[in-house]
């Protein structure tokens, strides 16, 4: 190869770590590929995404030339996952302990999620194939699922009827995979226990808060009619976080609890097409919020963030259904032991725990569908001052949030979801 191709092009205005270099990833492809020869001859690293997409991590798409030990060259492109290095960002997302937590889930818990699909003859890929988790470094390396056709949906847009469809199916399948895991390890998942609301830090309860009045003080500036909603939320205010909390808390033996992604929205997913434009497959990815809960967090979370409109006002009990009908059915071929409830037995479950669609609506939805990235930040998320409060207030003057939510607030407040909800 010629000495231009041989240069390390780290530099780069990403500011992306020194040591992400040619050495490091020949010592990380030789373990990967089982090649004490490997060669590596160049590394091109940039960040791999733009703002508004991710907010709790730092993530490049590197591109590797490299020489195997019979001399064929490959150019391959991987993901590197790291946390935020310095300054609020890092202090808030290490209370949380959540790059630990996605290690630890990428290296203990999903290959053996994988290998019980694969017992009952499901071979997808489901989650992307890690080469390295490295604790040293405090990274993790990924296939860059880009080169098997995946992409990323469009957010501003939404998930239709099959993408949907396709990602409840996922969403099953680690559920019910899960389900199996506890009963032949009963032990094993009760370490993960700060989902995306936790008691276990504060650390987020400002952006909850945060997001809450400024929609609050958003719906107090419209039409007079209007003006009972915003009522309703100062009233919620003192109750809301602990209402979320409760959706979290394992309440019965008789619930169903199983790994949750807890951050389930479109930019943690993406699709593989066919040749006409429709989807045919979908990964889910970033686990920093996993924890050990009820399935009705990732499914309000998933359906009230990221599927179209239509779908959003008119099918949620139909989606409930076709989630329950394929968790069922895995459970079944997984042959799972332990009682499983009855579709109208998970409906009451839904029920108790379905203040988190108010969560979804309110706190995560606006980051979902922003448009204005100027200020999209975990800082402008998690702040006080000037910027986020501006980046706020962006958020809640998007039009579409705000049709979104005229239609969401008068049905949960029809449901009694605007209400401190029981005592405690």
């Given at each position: 190869m010629s000495d231009e191709r041989e240069q390390i092009s780290t530099e780069a205005l990403d500011g992306s770590p020194k040591w992400l270099d040619r050495e490091y990833f020949e010592k990380v492809l030789r373990k990967a590929r089982d090649d004490t020869n490997l060669s590596v001859q160049s590394v091109e690293v940039k960040l791999a995404f733009p703002?508004?997409?991710?907010?709790?991590?730092?993530?490049?798409?590197?591109?590797?030339?490299?020489?195997?030990?019979?001399?064929?060259?490959?150019s391959r492109s991987y993901i590197v996952k790291a946390m935020p290095e310095e300054g609020f960002a890092k202090q808030k997302l290490s209370e949380y302990n959540c790059h630990e937590t996605e290690m630890n889930v990428y290296q203990l818990i999903i290959p053996k999620l994988k290998q019980l699909m694969e017992s009952i003859g499901d071979h997808s890929d489901?989650?992307?194939?890690?080469?390295?988790?490295?604790?040293?470094?405090?990274?993790?390396?990924?296939?860059?699922?880009?080169?098997?056709?995946?992409?990323?949906?469009?957010?501003?847009?939404?998930?239709?009827e099959v993408h949907t469809k396709l990602t409840l199916e996922l969403m099953a399948k680690m559920h019910a995979s899960s389900l199996k895991l506890v009963e032949t390890n009963p032990t094993i998942l009760e370490k993960y226990?700060?989902?995306?609301?936790?008691?276990?830090?504060?650390?987020?309860?400002?952006?909850?808060?945060?997001?809450?009045?400024?929609?609050?003080e958003e719906i107090s500036t419209w039409d007079q009619e209007w003006h009972y909603?915003?009522?309703?939320?100062?009233?919620?205010?003192?109750?809301?976080?602990?209402?979320?909390?409760?959706?979290?808390?394992?309440?019965?033996?008789?619930?169903?609890?199983?790994?949750?992604?807890?951050?389930?929205?479109?930019?943690?997913?993406?699709?593989?097409?066919?040749?006409?434009?429709?989807?045919?497959?979908?990964?889910?990815?970033?686990?920093?919020?996993?924890?050990y809960?009820?399935?009705?967090?990732?499914?309000?979370?998933?359906?009230?963030?990221?599927?179209?409109?239509?779908?959003?006002?008119?099918?949620?009990?139909?989606?409930?259904?076709?989630?329950?009908?394929?968790?069922a059915n895995y459970v079944r071929k997984l042959n799972y032991a332990k009682k499983f409830p009855t579709l109208h037995e998970f409906q009451r479950q839904l029920l108790k725990k379905l203040f988190f669609a108010v969560y979804s609506s309110f706190v995560a939805l606006p980051v979902a569908i922003n448009e204005d990235t100027a200020d999209a930040d975990i800082e402008a998320l998690l702040g006080n001052d000037e910027r986020a409060w501006r980046f706020r207030k962006t958020m809640m003057g998007n039009k579409r949030y705000?049709?979104?939510?005229?239609?969401?607030l008068p049905i949960f407040d029809r449901k009694g979801l605007l209400d401190k909800l029981d005592s405690y």
């Open positions: 703002k508004g997409v991710n907010y709790a991590s730092v993530i490049y798409r590197v591109r590797v030339d490299f020489r195997t030990k019979d001399q064929s060259i490959f489901l989650f992307p194939a890690t080469l390295t988790i490295d604790r040293i470094k405090n990274i993790m390396v990924f296939e860059d699922l880009s080169s098997k056709g995946y992409i990323m949906a469009d957010r501003f847009v939404g998930l239709g226990k700060n989902g995306i609301m936790t008691r276990g830090t504060d650390a987020f309860y400002p952006m909850f808060y945060s997001n809450f009045d400024a929609l609050t909603f915003a009522n309703k939320l100062r009233k919620l205010r003192p109750h809301f976080i602990e209402q979320g909390l409760r959706v979290f808390d394992h309440q019965s033996d008789e619930d169903l609890r199983v790994l949750i992604h807890s951050d389930l929205w479109i930019n943690n997913l993406l699709f593989k097409y066919d040749a006409n434009g429709k989807p045919v497959d979908v990964v889910l990815l970033d686990f920093q919020f996993c924890c809960s009820t399935p009705i967090v990732d499914l309000c979370y998933f359906f009230f963030t990221s599927t179209q409109d239509v779908i959003r006002q008119n099918c949620f009990d139909e989606l409930v259904q076709y989630y329950y009908y394929h968790l705000q049709k979104i939510i005229k239609y969401l």
